[in-house]
C-alpha cells in the first residue's frame, strides 16, 4: 500500500507544488493522474521514490517512510520502484540489451558493470523483460537507432527487470504518435494486469485516460480536486479537473489527426 497523508511539496522560491495531498493507492492498481502542466503529477511521483523531498506530510510506501528516510533507506525503496520517464534516458551508444540491463545495477558488483560481465541469469531477466514488450528481436541494436515508441519500450523493459512492486510512468506518451502512444499504454496495462504490479502513470491526454485508466487522481494547483472510478468520469469531471473547456490539445485523438 501506498500512502500520501497531507502531503505537501514547496520549491525554493516558495512555489507550492503539492498542497496537503491525501492518497491511498492499495497493492496492483493502475492508477492514472490527470491535470495541467504545473498542476504537481510530476511531484507527485518524485515525491514517492524520494527524488523530491516533501517538506510537509507522511508518504509511505508498505512499512518504509520516505519523508525523512536516510540514503540507504532511499535507495532500497527505489530498488522497489521502477521509473519510466517521458525522455527515455536511455544510453544511446550502447545496444537495447545493455540499457535494459541498467535496471540491474543495484544487484550486482561495480565490476561487473563496468565490464559487461553480467550474470546469466540478469540477461534472462532482460530477454524476458523485451519480450514482454514485444521487441526482443531489437536486443543487440544500437539504442540510437530505434524508434521512439521501440526507445519507450526499453525503458519500460528496464524499468521491469528491476522486478519492482511499484511502477511509475511519468508522461510515458507524450512525444510518440497516437498509434504508438495506444501500444505503449497497452504495454503498461498489460504488465500491470499480469504481474500485478502497482502501476501510476501520469498523463495529459483526456482520451487515453478514459481507453486505458481504472482510477482517475485529478490534481489542479497541487491539490487533490478528483479521485474516482474512471466509469464516473464524463467531460464535465474533466473540465473540473483543468479548470477550463476541454480542447483538442488536451486529446491525443487518432493517427488521422497527426500533423
Known amino acids: 500500500m501506498i500512502r500520501f497523508e497531507d502531503v505537501s511539496v514547496t520549491y525554493r522560491g516558495g512555489v507550492q507544488a503539492l498542497r496537503g495531498l491525501d492518497l ?4 496492483g492498481e493502475f492508477i492514472v493522474i490527470v491535470g495541467l502542466s504545473g498542476a504537481g503529477k510530476s511531484t507527485l511521483l518524485r515525491a514517492l521514490n524520494g527524488l523530491v523531498p516533501a517538506t510537509g506530510g507522511s508518504i509511505t510506501v508498505d512499512d518504509t517512510e520516505v519523508v525523512g528516510a536516510s540514503a540507504a533507506e532511499l535507495r532500497a525503496l527505489r530498488s522497489q520502484i521502477g521509473m519510466i520517464f517521458q525522455t527515455f534516458n536511455l ?4 545496444s537495447v540489451l545493455n540499457n535494459v540491463l541498467m535496471g540491474r545495477l543495484g544487484t550486482v558488483p561495480v565490476w561487473r558493470s563496468t565490464l559487461g560481465l553480467w550474470p546469466a541469469d540478469d540477461r534472462e531477466r532482460a530477454m524476458q523483460a523485451l519480450e514482454r514488450v514485444g521487441i526482443v528481436e531489437k536486443a543487440y541494436v544500437r539504442a540510437s537507432n530505434l524508434s521512439g515508441g521501440q526507445q519507450q519500450r526499453v525503458g519500460i523493459a528496464r524499468a521491469l527487470v528491476q522486478e519492482p512492486s511499484v511502477m511509475l510512468a511519468d508522461e510515458p506518451v507524450a512525444s510518440l504518435d497516437p498509434v504508438t502512444s495506444r501500444q505503449v499504454m497497452g504495454d503498461l496495462q498489460r504488465i500491470n494486469r499480469d504481474l500485478g504490479i502497482t502501476t501510476i502513470v501520469n498523463l495529459h491526454y483526456l482520451d487515453l485516460a478514459r481507453e ?10 497541487g491539490e487533490l480536486v478528483f479521485d ?3 466509469a464516473d468520469v464524463d467531460d464535465d469531471t474533466f473540465m473540473e479537473i483543468y479548470g477550463r473547456a476541454i480542447s483538442d490539445d488536451d486529446l491525443v485523438g487518432t493517427e488521422g489527426d497527426l500533423t
Open 212 to 221: 486505458f485508466g481504472s482510477r482517475l487522481v485529478g490534481l489542479r494547483d
Open 91 to 94: 544510453v544511446n551508444r550502447t
Open 24 to 27: 491511498t493507492i492499495e497493492d
Open 228 to 230: 474516482g472510478d474512471i
